[in-house]
């Protein structure tokens, strides 16, 4: 009998100190009762609530969970527009000589891509503390993207090393210090920057379900494979102080960020040098109609992709594997640099006509295929969408992008697009994707809202082509060869996404 008076005594008191700990979990340095000990400016009582979440610290005003889910259905299908065969110079795998013979490389159809995939899943936690303060983290689930950092090595070139991402299975879109005071925010942290019309619109707000190919140039990452089509990784996210802005009608901002993207805490750089970005816009109401026009600029001291493989300073003679269009002979260190420009304008009349248009422009230090001359890429992009009834949104977008024979793949543009495959004469395939000039691109499509637009369902058809076909094999572009067929990519694509 005693054993068992001790044993329930024994589970009453463990109760009550777990109903302390409760207490001190929910405002930790605010044991509740008596509440006249807390300085917190607000305490609720905690015996009137069912399930409730707290946070460090008392100066932690409000905590906020947000995010989306989009799931898709894609159809892709490439065809090249005619059977080409382009003749080549390669060497022969069975040739023991290293003598260079001709062949032929025949560029043929990938197969079709049919699918479901997990576009996006985001979760986005807001931490809301006194004195304008806050802090902001986006979690991105299917993100399978590699951090690619610039490596100094002890010898004269440079490399980007791609390393698995440091945060588990998924990745950080967005996380940064923001302070608010007077119409100006303040941040610091990893986030986009100011530079891009249709790279600044949210994910979760897109009429076109895929960004364009101009934009999807100008901000994807770059690929850590030389003279590949790469895309440029010019603006999108990076870690860096960002300020935006505004003040009677005008809108601002400038960041200094660094001179490479990714999340990583750290990276062996010893030449690395800042980049930075800014932009103005003005917006004005005539009427029933918005207008808003501004320009955006950006500059990377040593943006320019190839500078993976491109010396500090070479000495005359060294043989640093590099291929002959880059090698170095006078000795000074190449500064492949890109500076950009982005006017745009977009509008809203009477609350159902919405459009924007932009233009995207790139001067790019040895960019070209040759590794030597400057590239002056440029993209623009028209999208007018219209409101049929308080549901029904009719979407459309055209877009063009010129990469100034600095090439591009289609997956590096096309969302989830397979690349055209080179097969050369009893070798088999020396190179999974050759590279274009030129792309063009058209969108319809529809979107439909509901529950206050919390749910959306999208649907549309896009017809792209890509002109002027290089190829590149081993890495080494054939000269003068963006001269092949054009190549069309027919893609349905559909999205259901719910906010909240």
């Not at 979990?25 to 044991?31: A, D, E, T, V």
């Not at 063009?400 to 543009?413: A, C, E, K, P, Q």
């Not at 076909?469 to 003068?480: E, Q």
């Not at 060869?481 to 069309?488: D, E, L, P």
Request: charged share 20%; aromatic share 12%; net charge negative.
């Amino acid at each position: 009998m005693k054993t068992r008076i001790l044993i329930v005594l024994t589970a009453l008191a463990e109760v009550c100190s777990l109903n302390a700990k409760a207490a001190e979990i929910i405002y930790p340095g605010c044991p509740v009762p008596p509440p006249e000990e807390c300085v917190c400016d607000v305490l609720p009582d905690i015996y009137n609530y069912g399930l409730m979440f707290g946070a460090v610290g008392c100066e932690t005003r409000k905590i906020i969970f947000s995010g989306f889910i989009q799931t898709d259905y894609q159809f892709i299908d490439v065809q090249n527009r005619t059977e080409q065969f382009v003749p080549v110079t390669f060497m022969h795998k069975k040739d023991l000589k290293g003598e260079k013979i001709q062949g032929l490389v025949e560029v043929n159809d990938p197969s079709e891509v049919n699918n479901f995939a997990m576009r996006r899943v985001r979760l986005t936690t807001q931490a809301i503390l006194g004195d304008n303060w806050s802090g902001l983290i986006e979690l991105d689930f299917t993100s399978k993207d590699h951090g690619l950092r610039f490596n100094s090595p002890s010898t004269v070139v440079d490399t980007i090393i791609t390393t698995p991402n440091k945060h588990g299975i998924f990745g950080i879109a967005d996380a940064y210090i923001e302070k608010y005071c007077a119409n100006q925010f303040f941040r610091a942290g990893h986030r986009k920057v100011r530079f891009g019309y249709e790279e600044l619109i949210p994910d979760y707000e897109l009429k076109n379900i895929e960004r364009s190919i101009a934009s999807q140039y100008f901000s994807e990452p770059i690929q850590p494979s030389p003279l590949s089509g790469s895309p440029l990784g010019f603006d999108s996210r990076y870690v860096g102080i960002f300020w935006d802005g505004f003040y009677q009608g005008f809108n601002y901002g400038a960041s200094l960020v660094n001179g490479f993207q990714g999340t990583d805490s750290c990276s062996d750089i010893t030449n690395n040098e800042l980049g930075i970005f800014g932009g103005i816009g003005y917006m004005a109401t005539f009427g029933c109609l918005d207008l808003e026009i501004g320009v955006n600029v950006g500059y990377l001291p040593k943006g320019n992709s190839r500078t993976l493989l491109l010396p500090n300073a070479a000495p005359v003679g060294v043989d640093d594997g590099i291929p002959a269009p880059l090698a170095i002979t006078d000795g000074v260190g190449i500064r492949a640099s890109i500076a950009g420009v982005n006017p745009y304008l977009s509008f809203s009349w009477n609350n159902a006509f919405y459009g924007w248009i932009e233009i995207l422009a790139a001067r790019v230090q040895k960019g070209q295929d040759n590794g030597l001359t400057t590239a002056n890429p440029i993209g623009v992009t028209i999208a007018p969408s219209y409101m049929w009834n308080d549901c029904l949104e009719l979407a459309f977008r055209a877009s063009f992008l010129d990469t100034d024979f600095r090439g591009v793949r289609i997956s590096n543009v096309i969302h989830c697009a397979p690349d055209t495959t080179i097969f050369a004469d009893d070798v088999g395939p020396f190179f999974a994707g050759d590279v274009y000039n030129k792309a063009r691109e058209f969108y319809i499509g529809f979107n439909y809202y509901w529950l206050n637009r919390a749910m959306m369902f999208s649907a549309g058809y896009e017809w792209a082509q890509f002109r002027d076909r290089g190829i590149s094999l081993a890495g080494t572009p054939i000269s003068n060869s963006f001269q092949g067929a054009k190549t069309n990519v027919h893609q349905v694509r559909a999205r259901l996404q719910l906010v909240f």
